[in-house]
């Protein structure tokens, strides 16, 4: 059975009827109004600015270097997008990534073959988003809190184990291997497995049903809870996925750098926060995207490449990704205001007249 809504006729002689569907917005119109066509629309626009203006921007070489440096934001981000539209956070990841990188390379040290050292390394970043989630779903601590004190703890532990020093002497077939490009081309070979990581987290998170579990939890836990979602659980996995994760970061930052420190990675977690956030997965939980993180992790990457390029110091970089993270949160907050103001507007008068009452002589 349709649904159908009565309106006036071209003449306004008689009222005929009129479906849903024809006052719906067409699919282009829907998706140009989204966060994510947003995001998109203005990474474009930077682009288009910095081909102008930033010396040698649009080189590619350059580009060969922006995959490398947002490889790591984007591999933690993709996970990130779980935990966060469940309604939590993790701020521990870049501990995660420095303690798994540390522990890379003191187990190579010691002995242990390269692949094994990183499949360990991979696990204890598991392990440590394992611990993450436990605080969070068993004890029913606040993820903020709890991953506030990891990070430290992470940190410290990643310090602990080298102090001051580093471990760079790793074999160039290692090293080479992640920095390697197609051919000729400066295109690297790590957009291969960035790109199988997208689209497996892209279904994961809207076509499954642990997928849609997440979402619903980001809502309402009890409501996700009376629906038959195991709320525990799956956010204990959505940790353990971004520890995991983090996980691979900490032996991928290794490689590309050569270099397996304690202070590795410092200041990885607000670029990846921002990243998510511009790419309008909520903070409160509850609604994002894949594509949309997406943009949004190219969007940081850009401008701090356009700023390294324009002489600009890691500071800088710094000082503008907090504005970027902090506006990203704003804009959200008062569009979702801009939206209930308008659901609650006044009717207009036509609206609220009473509907005429049909005399004997028309009927």
Do not use: C
């Not at 779980?82 to 890379?104: N, W, Y």
């Not at 949309?292 to 850009?302: A, E």
């Not at 000082?319 to 979702?336: E, N, Q």
């Amino acid at each position: 059975m349709s649904t159908t809504l009565s309106g006036p006729s071209t003449d306004g002689s008689a009222t005929a009827p009129r479906t849903y569907a024809d006052s719906a917005r067409s699919p282009i119109a829907r998706l140009l109004g989204t966060r994510d066509a947003a995001v998109l629309g203005l990474l474009l626009a930077v682009v288009v600015y910095a081909v102008a203006v930033v010396p040698n921007f649009d080189s590619e070489l350059t580009v060969y270097f922006l995959v490398l440096d947002v490889a790591p934001i984007l591999l933690i981000a993709l996970p990130m997008t779980l935990v966060i539209v469940t309604g939590e956070i993790d701020l521990s990841v870049a501990s995660i990534v420095a303690v798994t990188s540390v522990l890379f390379g003191v187990l190579t040290r010691e002995g242990a073959p390269i692949a094994l050292a990183a499949v360990l390394a991979v696990l204890a970043g598991a392990l440590a988003g394992a611990v993450n989630g436990l605080l969070v779903t068993r004890l029913g601590l606040p993820s903020l809190a709890v991953t506030i004190g990891t990070l430290a703890l992470y940190r410290g532990i990643a310090v602990g184990l080298l102090g001051t020093t580093a471990i760079t002497d790793w074999p160039e077939t290692w090293t080479d291997a992640v920095t390697a490009t197609f051919g000729e081309t400066q295109i690297p070979v790590i957009v291969v497995p960035l790109a199988l990581a997208v689209v497996a987290f892209g279904l994961l998170l809207h076509f499954t049903s642990f997928g849609r579990g997440l979402f619903a939890i980001g809502l309402s836990s009890e409501s996700a809870r009376f629906s038959g979602v195991d709320v525990e659980r799956t956010k204990l996995l959505a940790f353990v996925l971004t520890g995991l994760v983090s996980g691979v970061a900490g032996v991928y930052f290794t490689l590309r750098y050569g270099s397996s420190r304690g202070d590795n990675a410092t200041g990885l977690e607000l670029q990846v926060i921002a990243a998510v956030l511009l790419g309008g997965v909520s903070i409160f939980g509850g609604r994002g995207a894949i594509p949309g993180v997406l943009g949004g992790v190219l969007l940081i990457g850009v401008i701090g490449s356009a700023l390294r390029l324009d002489g600009q110091s890691a500071n800088v970089i710094q000082i503008v990704t907090g504005v970027l993270l902090v506006l990203s949160v704003v804009s959200a907050a008062l569009l979702g205001w801009l939206s209930r103001r308008v659901r609650r507007r006044p009717p207009t008068a036509a609206e609220a007249a009473p509907p005429a009452v049909p005399t004997a002589g028309g009927m």
